[in-house]
């Protein structure tokens, strides 16, 4: 086995080694029940308590309140781009999106097909720098609600404060849930994909108010409505038994190591001590604005395209992987979730004190 590298990687992206070890021994047996957890049948004791427990460590870590559904779902974040409106959405009623990124873009596009759709922000003609503060945008008296990306995972903006205005909230926090605590209650929903700060692929979280379970048409198909999975406690069909697993494996390691409030602390540190290296060496340039840098993925670019190459292939060489930057953008990004270690941050830079120095 090779020695264990710092994976800088945006999605799937790097997991506390501690479930890594404990899933490579459950999978093959699980409980001493001499069968592999992947082997499991989903209605089984076994498994209904994987999921129990996993619901129940998602909702003491964000503390979801009672009237609140957790679902756990298939077809990644990209899905709720198109559930969201198809479940809230009749075709004469408004809802408010904020344009910060691909995804957000996306999901725009996508409510489009349901709804009006009133786009009250745009950072795209610059790309994507920076998210808005509250007053720079307004929302419709008439709006169902308002769509954002509560961190843009390509960019490296997060909204410093979530969004605070009197319409029902919905986000996608697919690269920013659990790496700091939010009020659940200002929202309608929030989604996220697990492979970001959760878990593998596979599992999507949405969790969702329940009075808006009702809201549904009736020609949207079983499958894709809320309601189904709600009085189905996501059983409705087989459910991504492993990546579910996994997930409560990752809520049971945070819970441990303090909550959400903690490792809230500890991802501030790691974001400062790289952002602190970006702006004090001449070489590197931060891509997203100061007030909007986001503490999950750091964004930054060399003076030119060739030695930001050199910096992705000479980064790897040393056991520090996947710092290219999105196609769309270019240039570098560190992303580092919750289970990324500050170790790998700071030998980061390091390296980055090196490679400036040997390059001036
Ligand atoms: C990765 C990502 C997505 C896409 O997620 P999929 O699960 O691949 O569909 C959507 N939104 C954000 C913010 C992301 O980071």
Not at 307 to 325: M, T
Request: glycine content about 6%.
């Amino acid at each position: 086995m090779p020695e264990r590298i710092y994976n800088f990687s945006p999605g799937p992206a790097t997991l506390p080694y501690s479930v890594l070890q404990e899933a490579a021994v459950d999978i093959v047996n699980f409980k001493d029940s001499g069968m592999g957890l992947i082997e499991l049948s989903h209605r089984s004791k076994l498994f209904m308590d994987v999921a129990d427990e996993t619901e129940a460590l998602l909702r003491e870590l964000l503390n979801i309140p009672s009237n609140y559904k957790l679902l756990f779902l298939q077809g990644g974040a990209s899905s709720q781009f198109f559930m969201v409106p198809m479940n809230l959405l009749q075709h004469d009623q408004k809802a408010t999106y904020l344009n910060t990124g691909v995804w957000a873009k996306k999901a725009i596009q996508e409510a489009q097909l349901f709804g009006k759709v009133e786009v009250a922000y745009s950072s795209e003609d610059i790309t994507y720098r920076r998210v808005p503060k509250d007053d720079e945008y307004t929302v419709s008296s008439d709006s169902q609600y308002l769509h954002f990306v509560s961190n843009n995972t390509i960019y490296g903006t997060q909204y410093p404060d979530m969004p605070d205005k009197t319409v029902m909230l919905v986000a996608d926090m697919s690269s920013d849930i659990l790496s700091r605590p939010f009020d659940v209650s200002k929202f309608g929903i929030v989604y996220a994909g697990a492979q970001k700060n959760m878990g593998p692929a596979g599992v999507t979280i949405v969790i969702i108010r329940e009075d808006l379970l009702d809201k549904v048409g009736d020609r949207v198909p079983t499958m894709l409505k809320y309601k189904t999975h709600a009085e189905k406690d996501s059983m409705f069909n087989t459910p991504p038994c492993f990546a579910l697993y996994c997930v409560g494996r990752v809520l049971n390691w945070l819970k441990n190591f303090g909550g959400v409030a903690a490792i809230e602390k500890i991802n501030r540190e790691k974001a400062a001590v790289l952002y602190e290296a970006i702006d004090s060496m001449e070489m590197y340039r931060g891509h997203a604005e100061k007030e909007s840098r986001s503490l999950m993925n750091v964004t930054f670019n060399l003076p030119t395209p060739e030695l930001e190459a050199r910096f992705i292939r000479e980064a790897a060489a040393v056991g520090l992987d996947g710092l290219k930057g999105h196609r769309s953008v270019g240039g570098c990004r560190a992303s580092i979730y919750n289970a990324f270690p500050r170790e790998g941050v700071e030998k980061l830079v390091s390296f980055m004190a090196d490679f400036a120095q040997q390059n001036q």
